[in-house]
């Protein structure tokens, strides 16, 4: 069976302080894409990242990074130096290669307070 | 601009009255899908279309349809909408199906 998994549905921080959003995956699939997608209270969905199965190398994006691990079946997310516009919800979601489906996780809402 | 439009963005119709809701896009992508958005439920696909006048079911179809009669529209059609559609939607499209999905602005659907 193919699933994502955000465990947290919610989390509260203070401005500053470094957050990790948890993604984990099950597919049989050995070709497959995770992706996260950020949804501000304004609704809209804004894709963030896109990793292949064969790249496990982990990513930086100025305060976001990504930590991808084949053995643990995880996609986590952590956000350094977390500031009030990082409030939102942010979606883990999966398609395997040999499917046209894109699975989505339930979503994790973060808030960050000044 | 580079975009996927929905309209309408918000619509409250009453059980049984057909509707539609048009999506388009302006980026040549192959891919277009539709989502639902449901409280604690994440987003759940309901229909998805590699090109042109090929279509697949997504994990919720029942009480939808779709077309893809062109390559930057992809509608989904609500033949007899029942209080359980009410929901947030969302059409989305990729260049092909691998790639980031660019999604709609959504659309606020109540049904009474």
């Known amino acids: 069976a193919q699933k994502v998994t955000q465990a947290q549905t919610e989390i509260s921080v203070v401005e500053k302080e470094d957050v990790t959003l948890d993604c984990v995956y099950e597919?049989?699939?050995?070709?497959?894409?995770l992706f996260w997608y950020k949804q501000p209270p304004s609704g809209e969905l804004v894709f963030l990242i896109r990793?292949?199965?064969?790249?496990?190398q982990n990513e930086i994006s100025g305060r976001y990074s990504w930590n991808f691990q084949k053995s643990t079946s995880s996609f986590n997310f952590t956000i350094t130096a977390s500031q009030v516009v990082d409030s939102a919800v942010y979606f883990c979601?999966?398609?395997?290669?040999?499917?046209?489906?894109?699975?989505f996780g339930s979503g994790t809402r973060l808030l960050v307070r000044p | 601009e580079a975009q996927v439009t929905q309209n309408p963005r918000y619509l409250i119709t009453v059980t049984g009255k057909k509707l539609t809701v048009t999506c388009s896009q302006n980026m040549n992508h192959e891919y277009m899908s539709w989502y639902r958005q449901d409280p604690g439920l994440g987003l759940r696909q309901i229909y998805y279309?590699?090109?042109?006048?090929?279509?697949d079911k997504g994990d919720v179809p029942e009480g939808y349809k779709v077309s893809r009669k062109e390559k930057r529209n992809f509608p989904l059609i609500l033949e007899s909408p029942s209080p359980n559609q009410t929901s947030l939607y969302f059409c989305?499209?990729?260049?092909?199906?691998?790639?980031?999905?660019?999604f709609g602005p959504g659309t606020r659907l109540t049904v009474l």
């Open positions: 597919t049989r699939d050995t070709t497959y894409y």
């Open positions: 989305a499209s990729s260049l092909r199906r691998n790639n980031e999905q660019f």
């Open positions: 979601a999966l398609r395997m290669d040999s499917s046209y489906k894109l699975i």
């Open positions: 279309s590699m090109n042109v006048e090929v279509t």
């Open positions: 990793r292949n199965s064969f790249d496990e």
